[in-house]
């Protein structure tokens, strides 16, 4: 059996969590070995009884393999933490989900990536800034990471599209179940994009609900560099992603507001607290080490090389595994447009011209 259709199987067992299935499948040695370990194997491993039992049930009822099927034929991408697809931002998280339901297409996480978060009801100021932000940090290169709630969510993702760019909604329901509803039409903009996509840890046929939304917001952090609050008040729901940004290592930056704004209060709190002031897209691509933004025509991944950058950090900004980066970077080599400076650093080669 297939990692991932082992994996699929198990993430349908309710109560064994993704830190229980990463333990298990580091234990036995492949998550194909977890689903066909007998109980006693289970219970020596510490799985309490009752999920031992329902493991064997699911085993003998259920078919990952034709569960995988029936997805792919929907059109949903089931992406495992087995897959290299795998976001690499995401992995890395405390608690990273088992899996991820896709549709669309994950390459825009190979870009620069940040999320844009606010009040479901900004005020016109928030509204502009938003626009602002979202359109030029698209046009820089930088793929828009949001939850598709109304009013700055929906913002960012219809302002990164028409500056040509990517984008990524977060869902707190199942990919197949837009959230809210009244997003439908953006949903299918997002999927007629190439590089932007559906994405969510919940299992298709979930439906949206409050307990979930936290879960969603975690997974908008932990897919991006860096999370900008645009306008938010001192109890709005971007506040959860604030702190699931904090558990991650994020940045967190803040768009300055009014002091006579309730709607900015949370912003200008978080700004007496550490986060980052943002005032424009300069403000962020400067912070996260892209001092010289490149032409919108030029290659955003010789862009993070204008001095000399570790494998790591090419990890961190482009949300992809140092295999495939090593890949990469050897063939850039061969092709004279970057240079191994060694102990892990690369530098792009200038052209004269």
């Keep these: ?188 903009t997002i999927l007629a994009q190439t590089h932007s996509a559906l994405v969510s840890e919940f299992y298709p046929g979930t439906r949206a609900s409050p307990p979930l939304f936290p879960a969603r917001n975690r997974l908008i952090s932990g897919l991006s560099s860096a999370v900008i609050v645009v306008e938010a008040g001192t109890t709005s729901g971007a506040l959860i992603t604030v702190k699931a940004a904090l558990d991650q290592g994020r940045d967190v930056m803040a768009v300055p507001g009014s002091i006579y704004s309730p709607k900015s209060a949370g912003c200008n709190a978080l700004l007496t607290q550490g986060a980052v002031p943002v005032r424009n897209a300069d403000d962020v691509a400067a912070y996260l080490g892209f001092g010289t933004v490149p032409p919108p025509d030029e290659d955003p991944f010789l862009a993070l090389l204008q001095t000399a950058t570790h494998i790591d950090e090419l990890c961190r900004l482009t949300n992809r595994g140092s295999a495939d980066l090593l890949g990469d970077l050897l063939m850039r080599e061969l092709r004279g447009e970057v240079r191994d400076e060694g102990h892990g650093y690369y530098v792009r080669i200038r052209t004269r011209t």
């Design 1 to 188: 059996m297939q990692e991932n259709i082992a994996l699929l199987g198990l993430v349908r067992i309710e109560g064994l969590g993704p830190l229980r299935i990463a333990r298990l499948v580091e234990g036995f040695g492949s998550a194909s070995a977890v689903w066909h370990a007998d109980r006693h194997a289970l219970i020596a491993a510490g799985v309490p009884a009752h999920l031992t039992a329902e493991l064997h049930r699911q085993r003998h009822q259920s078919d990952p393999q034709h569960e995988y099927d029936r997805l792919w034929n929907a059109g949903i991408q089931v992406v495992t933490t087995a897959d290299p697809h795998y976001p690499g931002l995401l992995k890395h998280i405390p608690g990273a989900p088992t899996i991820v339901f896709v549709r669309g297409s994950l390459s825009g996480l190979q870009r620069p990536t940040v999320s844009i978060v606010g009040t479901r009801a900004p005020t016109p100021y928030g509204a502009e800034v938003t626009r602002q932000f979202a359109g030029d940090l698209a046009a820089k290169g930088f793929t828009i990471v949001s939850g598709l709630a109304l009013g700055i969510d929906t913002i960012a993702h219809q302002e990164s599209l028409a500056a040509g760019g990517a984008t990524v909604a977060v869902l707190p329901s199942g990919v197949d179940l837009i959230y809210p509803e009244r997003n439908r039409t953006l949903a299918t």
